[in-house]
């Protein structure tokens, strides 16, 4: 069974654009979260989706968003890039929402802003 | 949230067993402690997780105190390969019954040989 796919890998990008990073779970898998890892601040909880539904969010400004489609794949959305958006972007899937349930998580985008 | 607290590193011999504590005394009752570990620069990998019974996996064990309020991970055999950060989590209640990971800043494991 393939595990957590998260493209791309590797991103530059400039101050003040927006960028999008996809997450496809594992198969059977309806959850997905996110994750921002940065040396500063470790691996912080940014979102959590369950059946195209936004179940949890972290505590990150407006400018990231997220969706999940109906096939349970993800995406998030930063806009109006910082400096401080630099970071190792880390997706995980389980099968629900469940605390009794595994995360997964993929390899992660990382992404720097220049 | 609950709170996680761990040695901020370790140390241990190859092939001897490594005991990883982790301290959550505002566990609530419905709270799950759970373990990962994140090989530098790579997604976590999750290890083990319980609720108040002792666990067993192929990786590892976790033993989990009477009052919940502490636990320790156990790797039977410790290898070079199991270098790594490890992460005791509590995986919080909400009021949605999701289920997101707070991460705590995890015990640097190094194995020597």
């Known amino acids: 069974k393939a595990g957590v796919t998260q493209t791309p890998r590797y991103l530059i990008k400039t101050r003040g654009q927006q960028v999008t990073l996809s997450c496809s779970p594992i198969s059977g898998h309806r959850s997905v979260s996110w994750y921002q890892q940065t040396p500063g601040q470790g691996l912080q909880f940014l979102f959590e989706?369950?059946?195209?539904?936004?179940?949890n969010k972290g505590n990150f400004p407006g400018r990231f968003s997220g969706r999940q489609f109906s096939n349970s794949r993800s995406e998030m959305n930063v806009s109006t890039l910082e400096l401080g958006d630099s970071a190792l972007y880390l997706c995980?899937?389980?099968?629900?929402?469940?605390?009794?349930?595994?995360?997964?998580f993929g390899q992660g985008t990382r992404l720097t802003v220049v | 949230d609950a709170k996680t607290t761990q040695p901020t590193s370790m140390d241990c011999a190859e092939g001897r067993a490594a005991n990883l504590p982790c301290n959550h005394s505002t566990i609530s009752g419905n709270e799950y402690v759970y373990w990962y570990r994140q090989i530098h620069s790579q997604g976590p990998q999750y290890i083990i997780h319980?609720?108040?019974n002792n666990e067993t996996n192929e990786m590892a064990s976790l033993i989990i105190t009477e009052d919940r309020k502490s636990s320790t991970l156990i790797l039977p055999h410790a290898t070079l390969r199991d270098t790594a950060v490890y992460y005791c989590?509590?995986?919080?209640?909400?009021?949605?019954?999701?289920?997101?990971?707070?991460f705590g800043q995890g015990t640097t494991l190094q194995v020597k040989p």
């Open positions: 319980g609720l108040k």
């Open positions: 989706y369950f059946s195209e539904t936004q179940r």
């Open positions: 989590i509590v995986r919080v209640a909400g009021s949605s019954n999701t289920g997101k990971l707070i």
């Open positions: 995980a899937s389980s099968p629900t929402v469940s605390m009794n349930t595994e995360a997964f």
